[in-house]
C-alpha cells in the first residue's frame, strides 16, 4: 500500500450535496432516483450493478483522534515511525542509494520473511470475509495474528493512521478505515496488510468477494488480478519500471474499466514507502529494474471512466467520485539476476 493523503479532505457543503443524493450513509445503487442527476449519468450509476455505496457516518467526524488505537506488546520491534508515535512529525524514514537488495544476504532472507509473513496475513484476511463480519472485527484479528507472530502492522501510527490494516469497500479506492459497518451479501472488499517483522516490511492486498456479488463486480475483481499480473510480467531486470504502467494499460483500455493514478507502488524494505515509485497508467517514470530492486505493483481499478476520488472526513479514506466501486491487488516484487520473484504469491 501507499499510505499518502495525496488529496485534502472535501468541505462540508460537498458532503451534504452527496449524502442528499444518496441518503445518510448509502444505499442500493439501483434506487439511485434524484433529480440531481441527469438522465445520462443515471443510466451510467445504474450500469455498475447492485451493491451498497459506502458514505461517512453522520454527523461527520473529522480527523481520527476519536478512534482508539490497539495495544501492541512492548517487546514487539516497531519502525521508527511507530516508535515516535506523533502524527505531527514526518513519517517519512529517510533513504539513501537506490534501496536494493544484496542478493544471497541476511537482508534478501529477511525480506523474503517479512513477505510470506504479509502474504499468509492476506490469506488469514480472505478467510475472515463473510456476511455480517465487521471490518473493525477482521482488523482486530489480523492485529492479534501479527503480533502473534512477532511483528508489528505497518499501517499502525504511521502518519497517524489508527489501525491495523486498510478495508476497502465497494466505491472505496484505498485507506478504508476499519469499523463497525457489517459487510453484507454483494459487497466486495479490498484488504490491504503490510507487516514490519526483523527490520523490513511485507506489503500485499486483495480483494475479496463478501457472498454473492453481481456480474459487474465479480468481473471487476478479475480484470484487477489480471492486471496486475501484467503489471508482474513486465518486470525483469534491465526492463524499464514505466514499462509496468503500459503493459496495464493495453490490458485495461478496451475495458469498462479505468486505472485510478491517484496511487502508486513503491519500493519497500527497511523503509515503508521508497523510491522507486511504480505508476499503473502510462507514465513517464525513468529508471530501469536492476538485481535486488523490490518493489510493490498494485493497480486500482474502477467501473466506467471516471477514475477520479475524493476523501472523506477522516482525512484517509479515498472513495470515488461518482461512487463507482473500486478493487485493487497488490504483490511485493525482486528483481533477481534471471527474473523476477513475486515474493507474496
Partial sequence: ????????????????????????????????????????????????????????????????????????????????????????????????????????????????????????????????????????????????????HEAYPSPLLYKGFPRSCCTSVNNVVSHGIPDDRPLEDGDIINVDVTIYLDGYHGDTSSTFLVGDVDEPGRDLVHMTNTALEAGINACGPGRPFNGIGRAIHEIVRNTCHSVCPTFAGHGIGTVFHRPPWIYHTLNEEPGVMLPGHCFTIEPSLVQGSNPSVWIFPDGWTASTENCARSAQAEHMILITETGVDVLTQ
Fill in 1 to 148: 500500500m501507499i499510505m499518502n493523503k495525496l488529496l485534502p479532505p472535501l468541505r462540508s457543503p460537498r458532503l451534504r450535496n452527496i449524502s442528499a443524493v444518496v441518503c445518510r450513509s448509502y444505499l442500493k445503487r439501483y434506487t439511485t432516483t434524484s433529480p440531481t442527476f441527469d438522465s445520462d449519468e443515471s443510466r451510467e450509476v445504474e450500469d455498475f450493478g447492485t451493491y451498497n455505496v459506502i458514505l461517512p457516518e453522520e454527523p461527520f467526524v473529522w480527523g481520527v483522534s476519536h478512534i482508539t488505537r490497539r495495544p501492541v506488546p512492548s517487546h514487539i520491534v516497531r519502525p521508527k515511525y511507530a516508535v515516535q508515535n506523533d502524527p505531527s512529525i514526518d513519517h517519512e524514514q529517510q533513504y539513501e542509494g537506490d534501496g536494493r537488495i544484496n542478493l544471497g544476504s541476511i537482508d534478501e532472507k529477511r525480506v523474503r520473511a517479512a513477505a510470506t509473513l504479509a502474504k499468509n496475513v492476506r490469506q488469514y484476511a480472505g478467510s475472515l470475509v463473510q456476511p455480517g463480519v465487521t471490518t473493525n472485527s477482521i482488523d482486530a484479528a489480523i492485529h492479534n495474528f501479527i503480533i502473534a
